[in-house]
């Protein structure tokens, strides 16, 4: 494991192995709350791309196995994956077959993207932040992703302020609960999306009651 890759959570290398690539990929079809969280979270992707334009040129970072192609394919001339796992790409690979055209599969870690600055009129990074547990860390990917967007970027983050997220913090430091996912408020988003030229448009939570996970869509403040 590369030495970047220690300080995230482990659950991630699970993702390099075949089996846990298509144990991901059939996640969100194993109980009713996932499908309910899987229709809810395609709906706020539409709802998103729906103000970004029209036909765009997409990189979907962390796409691992590729759950929202073609929600997104709609809205793209151009897409490409990029995940540091080949199992999930080979997993997103099979899902697009019939799309060959359109799209294509890069491996890279979404910290060390290879591509060019302001390629992407956007970049979509779902379900990426909260296994990165230093600041630092998700800083740089933070930082990375937009490097690569000319425009927008459609991220998720654990909401550290959400119902959930106040109800985890509490339980970390009063009942010596061990750590899980990341958490950041939408202050800290802002703070280092200003950082990098970039400013929120719009936070939707998955749920405001059962979830940390909100999506946020961010804007080049030179558009």
């Not at 956007?122 to 990375?144: K, T």
């Amino acid at each position: 494991m590369p030495e970047e890759e220690k300080s995230r959570d482990p659950a991630l290398s699970r993702y390099r192995q075949e089996w846990g690539a298509k144990a991901y990929r059939d996640k969100y079809a194993r109980s009713l709350a996932r499908r309910v969280d899987n229709i809810r979270e395609h709906r706020i992707i539409s709802k998103l791309l729906a103000g970004t334009g029209g036909e765009l040129r997409v990189l979907n970072a962390a796409c691992g196995a590729g759950r929202f192609a073609e929600t997104i394919l709609g809205r793209s001339r151009e897409l490409v994956f990029s995940d540091f796992s080949l199992a999930m790409l080979e997993v997103s690979r099979a899902r697009l077959a019939g799309s060959a055209d359109k799209v294509a599969f890069v491996a890279a870690d979404a910290i060390h993207l290879p591509f060019e600055r302001s390629i992407f009129d956007l970049v979509v990074a779902v379900r990426l932040m909260h296994h990165l547990r230093q600041e630092s860390e998700r800083d740089a990917c933070l930082g990375e992703l937009l490097r690569v967007s000319r425009r927008w970027l459609i991220i998720t983050f654990a909401d550290a302020c959400s119902l959930k997220g106040r109800s985890r913090r509490f339980r970390q430091r009063w009942m010596g609960r061990p750590r899980g996912e990341a958490m950041m408020s939408r202050a800290e988003l802002a703070a280092l999306a200003a950082a990098h030229g970039f400013r929120p448009r719009r936070f939707i939570p998955i749920s405001r009651l059962f979830s940390t996970q909100t999506y946020a869509l961010l804007e080049a403040e030179d558009a």
